[in-house]
């Protein structure tokens, strides 16, 4: 069975810094393309960054040079570092993995890392 | 960028259809996903490549797309089914995932 469990949520002050984790079970974290997609209170769904299966990644403009996406094959786990958070980085974090095939849509997800920017 | 446009609700008494729509400029060329979010929970796929559902998925769940609309539709509505409710296509240009606002699925 597939299953993502993340950890590392919390409170933090801004222009700290904060890792979050999603340790993959039932797949190898190599397998599939793997995002980190965030969710503000009474706002939709937002990517944050990808890792493809082939090891590139991206991430959008609003928090280019600030997030980092990695994953450890040997603990087949997905990180996010997040420096410099602003108080507009606040949000539910889940990690997600992509179904196989073209364009295929998000098949598993996690259950979700509350994390909050704030004096 | 490319915009996808959700309804911010849908209200609909238990047994009746419920039909939430996506609109995006010809979206009916693109594949469409929904996902089902229930409060505190994360999103759960509920239709995949417009039409498919996954497995585990009631049968009440469909969906189609055309032209500048994509629907999913709840047949035989239950309170169990009252949630958030969001598509997603990928932009062509970029591979990235984009998502539309949402819309809250209320059983009256």
């Known amino acids: 069975e597939v299953q993502l469990v993340e950890s590392g949520g919390g409170l933090v002050q801004p222009g700290g810094s904060l890792r979050l984790s999603c340790a993959a079970s039932?797949?190898?974290?190599?397998?599939?393309?793997l995002y980190w997609v965030r969710q503000t209170p009474g706002k939709g769904l937002e990517w944050v960054s990808l890792?493809?299966?082939?090891?590139?990644?991206d991430y959008p403009a609003s928090v280019k040079g600030r997030f980092t996406i990695s994953r450890d094959t040997s603990e087949n786990t997905l990180s996010l570092q997040m420096n410099n958070l602003r108080a507009e980085d606040s949000a539910v974090y889940y990690c997600?993995?992509?179904?196989?095939?073209?364009?295929?849509?998000?098949?598993?997800w996690g259950q979700g890392a509350l994390v909050t920017v704030s004096s | 960028s490319y915009v996808l446009t959700q309804s911010p609700s849908v209200s609909v008494y238990p047994g009746k259809t419920a039909n939430i729509t996506c609109g995006g400029i010809?979206?009916?060329?693109?594949?469409v996903h929904w996902y089902q979010q229930k409060p505190g929970q994360a999103p759960l796929m509920v239709i995949y490549?417009?039409?498919g559902r996954p497995s585990g998925i009631p049968e009440r769940f469909s969906g189609s797309n055309s032209g500048n609309t994509a629907t999913l539709t709840i047949n035989r509505v239950e309170a169990g089914d009252e949630a958030d409710y969001h598509c997603?296509?990928?932009?062509?240009?970029?591979?990235?995932?984009?998502f539309g606002g949402g819309t809250k699925l209320t059983v009256l």
């Open positions: 997600a993995r992509q179904g196989l095939g073209y364009n295929y849509g998000f098949d598993s």
């Open positions: 039932g797949f190898p974290v190599t397998g599939n393309h």
């Open positions: 890792i493809l299966a082939g090891g590139r990644t």
């Open positions: 010809d979206i009916g060329s693109k594949s």
């Open positions: 490549y417009d039409s």
């Open positions: 997603q296509v990928w932009d062509t240009s970029t591979d990235h995932p984009i």
